[in-house]
């Protein structure tokens, strides 16, 4: 199968690109640079130097492919063209920048989907696209069939899931892969990195509360796993879930930090937690526990690659 892959070098698109290639399929991948890209040149992939605001580009590589994974986002605010960029520092209120940042996100996310979508519209060829099991609601164990939450403060991103059902109805095999807050393995810069930078600055690893509220993680090397499966044989419309744990106490997490840093760790009420956490306080206090049963069940997925605790006991999330 020729797959046309967006956030193609990034942690998980290029753990994804490499599944691929060794399961036989033709990669082509989009990357920033051709400096970025040249690490798929080396993987046996061939590189499309853009972004995903070049819609017409991205007509012409998903039409040119036998299906299309779409995990390109914008994690930072460095990935934003400049001109956006300035209207997320400058247009509004200072206190508005992080909610101006996601809702450029998810408004580039939607375009680069749709447009993707529509290519394949009517052909029956498969579209896997990432979402979040955090938008998913709290306090109870999420399964693949529950729907988002609307209440969640980043649901407009989660509403995305709508247009991927709204493009299996016209003709084309969708897939809506959520993923846990952690994704882990060598070379990760999400979550896990971020609470391990924050507890340095403050010299002292924080949770809210009694700190028992779950957090699901999975391996990137399973992820990819998962992604090829549902490429090459998931229904249309299907919705799975990327998890091997299905929910990890935060302060488990904290007290790993705590002792790799050799820093306290310390409780922080919902106040103390914003200053402590900022923008991340509604994730780092949420209860997310989330099943793969049916995933497991549906594609005959399952995790093999080491557990968050271990993994951060054994690379280098600390050395860096």
Known sequence: MRVFVTGATGFIGFA????????????????????????????????????????????????????????AYYHKISHIPFGKRM?????????????????????????????????????????????ATMALKPGQLATEDQSYDPTFFAAPRAETEDLLQELASSGVRTSAIRLPPI????????????????????????????????????????????????????????????????GIPFLHIANLIGRHLKVPVVSKTAEQ??????????????????SSQLTQERLGWKPTHPGLLTDLDQTDYFTS
């Not at 033709?26 to 995903?52: E, F, I, N, P, Y």
């Not at 999400?190 to 924080?206: D, M, N, V, W, Y």
């Not at 914003?274 to 526990?289: G, R, S």
């Open 16 to 71: 994804i690109v490499k599944e691929l290639i060794a399961a036989g399929h033709q990669v082509t991948g989009l990357a920033r640079s051709a400096a970025s890209g040249k690490k798929l040149t080396d993987a046996g992939a061939r590189v499309l130097v853009g972004s995903v605001e070049d819609l017409d580009l991205l007509r012409r590589a998903t039409s040119a492919a036998d299906g299309a994974v779409h995990t």
């Open 87 to 131: 209207g997320v520092f400058l247009g509004g209120a200072p206190g508005g920048i992080v909610q101006r940042f996601m809702l450029s996100g998810v408004e580039a996310d939607r375009l680069a989907l749709k447009t993707i979508g529509q290519a394949f519209s009517g052909t029956d060829r498969p579209l896997a696209a990432t979402f």
């Open 183 to 246: 994704v882990h393995g060598a070379g990760d810069q999400g979550f896990t990195q971020r609470l391990i930078a924050i507890a340095r600055k403050k010299k002292e690893s924080g949770y809210v509360g009694d700190g028992l509220n779950r957090w699901p993680s999975v391996h990137r090397f399973d992820v990819a796993r998962l992604f090829r499966l549902a490429l090459e044989n998931g229904p249309k419309g299907g919705t799975y879930h990327g998890v091997a744990e299905e």
């Open 273 to 290: 937690a914003k200053k402590q956490f900022t923008f991340l306080t509604e994730f780092v206090a949420k209860d997310n526990p989330t």
